[in-house]
């Protein structure tokens, strides 16, 4: 059974710093994307970045230069660094896992979002 479980949320003024981890059981990284979306009250959920099977790396425009999307194999754990925080980045913050179909111990598929964590809160302050 797979979860994934985000910590590290919680208060913090404009310009300051925090960093997310997701820790994923139950599932192999480093085959498929992995996600961090976020929820703003009153707005549909919005990806935020995405790290693909192979390392590379992509962001939302307003985060680009100030957020780090990141995961650590052995630990199985995806991490979001976030700096110079704004106001407009209060949001939960969910990671999210693709559906890896197996064919055998080489060939794969990467069958698109299914896994998500129950998210976490990110209050920034002005």
């Known amino acids: 059974q797979v979860q994934l479980r985000e910590s590290g949320g919680g208060s913090v003024q404009a310009g300051g710093s925090l960093k997310l981890s997701c820790k994923v059981s139950g599932y192999k990284f480093g085959d498929c994307g992995l996600y961090w979306y976020r929820q703003a009250p009153g707005k549909e959920r919005e990806l935020v970045s995405t790290?693909?099977?192979?390392?590379?790396?992509s962001y939302a425009d307003s985060v680009t230069g100030r957020f780090t999307i990141s995961q650590d194999n052995a630990e199985n754990t995806l991490y979001l660094r976030m700096d110079s925080l704004k106001a407009e980045d209060t949001a939960v913050y969910y990671c999210a896992a693709e559906r890896v179909e197996y064919y055998n111990d080489l060939a794969f598929n990467c069958a698109g979002i299914e896994y998500w964590g129950q998210g976490t809160q990110v209050t920034v302050s002005s």
């Open positions: 790290i693909s099977g192979t390392g590379t790396t």
